[in-house]
């Protein structure tokens, strides 16, 4: 039996893409890159809950690998989207994460435009899994 838990994550994985893009528009842009990272993971841990499975973790690469053996849809061409997402999850957010500035000092438009281009292929290659007979 599929954990309903997954509906409640598709939801926040949808409205924290939707964050992630108001963000952008904001100029936050490092908080929009976590933001879309987050929208991924949740998107990923949605997937695997409906395949009955455990959503552990909290690198989107390794949520990718996870999927890909579950399904019959192909997600390993997702690896080079999650692996970039990826490197928002710390940097974007610790003080510490790049030497002599703080993450919003760092990060910039086209960081964050790109952070939810990944996002955003992963979701369209994801959400048709949804589709499926559970």
Same mark, same amino acid.
């Given at each position: 039996?599929?954990?309903? %838990?997954?509906?409640?994550?598709?939801?926040?994985?949808?409205? %924290?893409?939707?964050?992630?893009?108001?963000? *952008?528009?904001? +100029?936050? @842009?490092?908080?929009?890159?976590? @933001?879309?990272?987050?929208?991924? !993971? *949740? $998107?990923? +841990?949605?997937?695997?809950?409906?395949?009955? !499975?455990?959503?552990?973790?909290?690198?989107?690469?390794?949520? /990718? $690998?996870? =999927?890909?053996? #579950?399904? +019959? =849809?192909?997600?390993?061409?997702?690896?080079?989207?999650?692996?970039?997402?990826?490197?928002?999850?710390? &940097?974007?957010?610790? &003080?510490?994460?790049? &030497?002599?500035?703080?993450?919003?000092?760092?990060?910039?438009? $086209?960081?964050?435009?790109?952070?939810? !281009?990944?996002?955003?292929?992963?979701?369209?290659? /994801?959400?048709? #899994?949804?589709?499926? +007979?559970?």
């Amino acid at each position: 039996m599929v954990s309903e %838990d997954y509906k409640n994550r598709l939801k926040e994985a949808n409205y %924290d893409l939707e964050t992630s893009e108001i963000l *952008k528009n904001q +100029k936050r @842009y490092n908080s929009c890159a976590f @933001y879309a990272q987050q929208a991924t !993971e *949740k $998107i990923l +841990k949605s997937a695997l809950l409906f395949k009955n !499975e455990s959503p552990w973790g909290h690198s989107t690469r390794e949520l /990718v $690998i996870r =999927l890909d053996g #579950l399904t +019959k =849809l192909d997600f390993s061409s997702l690896k080079h989207n999650a692996v970039e997402l990826d490197l928002h999850y710390i &940097p974007s957010r610790y &003080p510490n994460a790049h &030497p002599n500035s703080a993450p919003h000092e760092v990060y910039d438009e $086209i960081i964050a435009q790109k952070a939810i !281009e990944n996002a955003k292929i992963i979701f369209e290659k /994801v959400l048709p #899994l949804f589709d499926e +007979k559970k």
